[in-house]
């Protein structure tokens, strides 16, 4: 089977590659590459006006898998990334059971063999049950292919645990992808604390609640030489912390989402639940420093943190509405209208 995608603008940034160009793509691999490719083809494509990239890759989803089908789960979750240009996507460990134990890892790894749209990493958990008590069996998940951990959805609170969860996978050399927001402060509000917040009478939570974990695992990563990914930094004061951090060659990445880029907290302010999210949508100012982190290196890699619900879950009241919603067939449009 051989398929020509004729003059389309061909970016890839890998190679330092942006020309109008054809691709003939045989039996789902390229085969060549060069302008006015003349072979016969099964199927011939005419992409003019298009842009032509390598699939996308987010490392930071939730296909729901297993136990919270209502949500999403590995097919629909795949064609949403597939709609958007997203080839590939990691999905958190927040499920039912957790993703703790290398069977669970084998388990979604087989199914999204044989029924995806896309290829699935898995990142497994941290602590059993993401409980933070007591550490999973990271060496055998690292085993049977789990990409990193993360006990996304829940900050790791004991400094010890985390530690030690930082000594162990650098054994394997895999990172922590860390849900870094104190959940004492996190708990005492709904959206963003600021002037909308206040305006529109919900209460908030401090963008300290972020500051104050990032930096505690910064330091763990400083301390033990583990590689830490923090997830979805959405405050200034965080961000900052993170660059400081590189700028002293520890070893941590950082993501932003898009909606961490594109909206503020003003989106709160008709107390739409579509827009209940963790961390909550900040002000002007924080969405501007993030615009700053990706632009001087300090984000490694803008994602979604896709997290559907099902509509009767978000359909409530702001306060009672789960955190979370759907970015994966929109990602790329809206960086490319908002942002480029
Ligand atoms: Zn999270």
């Known amino acids: 089977m051989k398929t020509l995608i004729k003059n389309g603008r061909v970016v890839d940034p890998s190679q330092k590659l942006d020309a109008v160009m054809d691709i003939l793509v045989e039996d789902g691999k390229i085969k060549a590459l060069g302008k006015n490719i003349a072979e016969a ?78 290829n699935v990493e898995v990142i497994g958990a941290i ?7 007591e550490l999973a069996e990271m060496g055998d998940m690292a085993e049977k292919g789990a990409m990193g951990f993360s006990d996304d959805g829940h900050y790791v609170k004991s400094s010890r645990l985390m530690v030690l969860a930082a000594k162990y996978v650098t054994a394997f050399d895999k990172p922590l992808l860390c849900h870094a927001i104190d959940p004492e ?15 529109i009478g919900v209460p ?26 923090i997830c979805h930094v959405a405050s200034k004061g965080a961000i900052d912390i993170i660059r400081q951090a590189k700028k002293r060659g520890v070893n941590v990445t950082s993501e932003v989402t898009v909606h961490h880029l594109t909206l503020t907290d003003e989106a709160c302010a008709d107390y739409n639940s579509a827009t209940r999210v963790n961390p909550p ?8 420093a993030m615009r700053e982190a990706v632009l001087d290196g300090t984000v490694d890699a803008i994602v979604t943190d896709h997290s559907p619900h099902a509509p009767e879950e978000k359909d409530v009241e702001f306060r009672y509405a789960p955190n979370g919603f759907c970015g994966l067939e929109t990602s790329l449009a809206v960086m490319l209208t908002d942002l480029y």
Do not use: W
């Open 41 to 118: 083809a099964d199927e011939v494509f005419d992409a003019t006006g298009l842009v032509v990239t390598p699939g996308l890759i987010d490392v930071h989803t939730h296909m729901r898998e297993p136990g919270l089908e209502a949500k999403e789960d590995i097919i629909s979750g795949t064609k949403a990334a597939a709609a958007g240009g997203v080839t590939t996507v990691a999905c958190m460990p927040n499920t039912k059971p957790v993703i703790d134990t290398s069977i669970v890892v084998s388990g979604i790894k087989e199914r999204a063999r044989e029924e995806s749209y896309a």
């Open 185 to 199: 402060l996190d708990s005492e509000g709904y959206m963003h604390e600021g002037a909308v917040s206040a305006r």
């Open 127 to 133: 602590s059993k049950g993401e409980k933070g008590e």
């Open 281 to 288: 949508l900040r002000s002007a100012d924080h969405v501007q």
């Open 204 to 229: 908030g939570v401090p963008a300290i609640s972020e500051d104050i974990a990032v930096a505690r695992d910064c330091i763990i990563a400083e301390y033990t030489g583990a590689h830490v990914h």
